[in-house]
């Protein structure tokens, strides 16, 4: 039986110096915004914090999970496009599951 739908986002703030991270590059600021977004289209996907998935340097990072595609450099403008994918990536895990 595989997991639920959710939507994974890096808040880890790297402390060194001049190391980049997603909360250094905003992710704490984009959560709200997504959740509404999630929420505005009936979805029930949880949005789920997370320290580092792996792509610091590409932050803020996104995932959709189990097994979802990676978003990297993620600016507010981009939240809707990700939010088209988290839908036809219920679509596919809802018929995978049937
Ligand atoms: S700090 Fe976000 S992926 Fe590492």
Redesign the pocket.
Known sequence: MSRPVRLIV?I?R?LGAGQR??AGSG?LDLISSIEAMIAAERLEVPVVKRE?????ES?P?MRIAPGGPFFTDISEAQLVEIVTRLKSFIENHDANRA
């Open positions: 890096c880890n790297r991270s997603c992710s580092c998935l792996g792509h610091c932050g990072v």
